[in-house]
């Protein structure tokens, strides 16, 4: 009595008196308020996609429970925690996700069915959040999903894009790009927090001054924009564990740019205010490389200058000083792409919190930590000084100053030897003098790692090797993984229902390795038979979506084979498709006889091409000419089936895979980093045609030889196959496939040169000729093995049963252990 704050804590306590309750009458009370008080429409007239807003608004509160919660633990904890920046996640959607991890789903499903609502339609309704390209993207969103579940204290931090990545749509066989707003049906999963903003700085000019003996820098930007936060819920499986993916928006700024005002322009004055937010409209649709393009250099600083400010404020609420501050706070830099943040961090230590140098560099260094996701030099960024110059002129000047530093340490180990250092400096010179993002990464992490066991090898003898002469500490692999909650029980009920059965528990949904438990039932004859109607359900779901889409009708007795993900060169689409023209032209000619031992074949590519890459779009067109024509012939009828599935992502992964018998992982050897959607494909029963490069190598070792198909040329073979190109003859048949293309076989014969010429003998940069012969072999033993179903049922489950390596909780636990210096902690009640 008489403390106020008291009784107000005691008011609230009162007024919530409870948690909200998850029975099914409490759940559809939930969903029907919100059908009336949110979406505003009459609780007996809402339609499914009303139904999907209102379920996801009543699922949206009990994130936020959690959320609260789970981040009021770990405040009064005062954990280490990880931070996770990356200009993409790839997230997918997030009903099912949500509902199943917060182990709610029976509940909603129950509540929905008695309203008149089926809870798969309902899902249906969500847009996919497609803030990502591709692996790199996806690995991001899969990292979240399993730092929750593991209850460990994690935040992602990126880009509130209000255009995802482009929506792919056909038109006579070419792909045209559309802008996926997604926004635009407003968004459940995200609480926008109007109050946490910060304030991005471009342009303008650094004044040096000496105040007491040292000299200061001021920067006085030209541009301000206000950086503003998205919360969006990310809860784990069977844990209270709810972690947050910060996306940040960028708004014109309230105070800055006022003297425009006065100038009596004023609509003019706002805008060009306005043109602030173009700062996160759009994610860049090229996983290829950087073009050094401005935009993207604001809206990499734009968003690790957001996310560093708010780790340092959070920080400071706890602390005095940033003596602790490497022991508290984590930074995985999700390859190059949020690099600035080095000198950002090194700017926001010593210019505004007044830190000596070598301090702040010491905090720096152990704080940053970076993935590296591609395979050749090239391909790392490089900013040109001229534009940082402009841009960011202290981040240039604290840049200098790291390299020269650098170079003195470095020097002091190798001597004046120049060509090395030039080659070890951050800048590099030339007529244009540029900063090389990744080596200004390297010097100050801790660690730097690879995505799988060959890709980090290659970093330390190749793209990296004068930096692993001098610091090979630093240095370590970290094999991708994938959540097997999204992407095996999620999508693949009857076979997640099937392994929890044969395995006596579900506990693999948390623990992958105990699908090893399985290998015992590999030849039993009841699971094969269970195994195979699984798989003959999942394949009719496909084959009905594939006949909607394309009008294709496509027999589920036939193989699924499946190449899907994005197009590119290296990843030999191309090669499919030869193989396919190949495959066509022998059944054309084969007697009624050799035809009745024809292994039926959908073969199903899908995937998109950066809008600028000529190349990729051509071999779109391609599939789809090909397609058309063979799926047209009479003689080759049901034996073989093309389908391009346009605007591949995240939710049609969750169908196709379940659904497909081979999948192709065949980029030439050692030119995948890793590849992840191999090992959703094994995870799944699926059967890999695949070459020796990424992760297929460990895949293969985890399954045993005999249940992959494996082919092509071998990693440490390819440069000298390249070398040799001009000398080499490729087989008969694929001079006469390549002849056929370009004599106009498959019509827009002047559209295909460009294509066809890429492989040609002296241009043949991916060693298509060079792989032919043997991928054909391969491609005869899949159908040898595909006929025989005791035996090919065999190697689909022991796919499954070796898959446990491949769970992003491996790959998370190692990340904890072995860089980020965090461990699991949860609440105990
Ligand atoms: O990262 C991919 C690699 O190509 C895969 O081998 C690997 O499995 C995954 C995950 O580690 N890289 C990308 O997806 N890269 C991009 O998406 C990207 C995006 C923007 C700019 C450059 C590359």
Redesign the pocket.
Known sequence: VGNPELQRRRRLMWLMDQYLKNDVLSIQKSIVDHVEYTIARSRFKFDDFEAYKATANSVRDRLIESWNDNQQFHRDMDSKRVYYLS??FLMGRSLLNSIFNLGIKEQYAQALSELGYNLEVVVEQERDAAL????????AACFLDSLATMNYSAWGYGIRYQYGLFRQTLQDGFQHEQPDYWLNVGNPWEIERVHVTYPISFYGKVEEKWVEGTKTFTWTPDEMVEAVAYDNPIPGYNTGNTINLRLWAAKPSGEFDLQSFNTGDYVNAILSKQRAETISNVL?P?????QGKELRLKQQYFFVSASLQDIMRRFKDHHSTFDNFADKVAVQLN?T?PTIGVPELMRLLVDVEGLQWAKAWDITTKVFSI?I???VAE?LEKWSVELLQTLLPRHLQIIFKINAMFLEEVKNKIGNDYDHLARLSIIEEGEKKSVKMGSLALVASHTVNG??KL?SELLKERVFKDFYDIFPHKFQNKT?GVTQRRWLAFCNPGLRDMLTKWLGTEAWITNLDLLTGLRQYASDPILQKEWNLVRRHNKARLATYIEAISGVKVSIDAMFDVQVK?IHQYKRQLLNVLSIIHRADCIKNMSPAEKTKVVPRVCIIGGKAAPGYEIAKKIIKLVTTVGEKINNDKDIGNLLKVVFVPDYNVSLAELIIPASDLSQHISTAGN?????SNMKFTMNGCLLLATLS??NIEIQKEIGDENIFVFGAKPEEVDRLRAERRQFQPPQEFHRIIGMIRNGKFGDTEYFQELCQTVDGGNDFYLLGNDFSSYLEAQAAVDEAYVDRERWTRMSIMSTAGSGNFSIDRTTCEYAENIWGIKPCQPTS
């Open positions: 200009m993409e990502g390209n591709g692996g790199l993207g996806r690995l860049y090229d996983d290829r490389t950087y390859d792409h993935t996701h591609s395979v391909t995505v799988s890709h991708n994005r995948e980093a890793s590849g992840t990424g992760s």
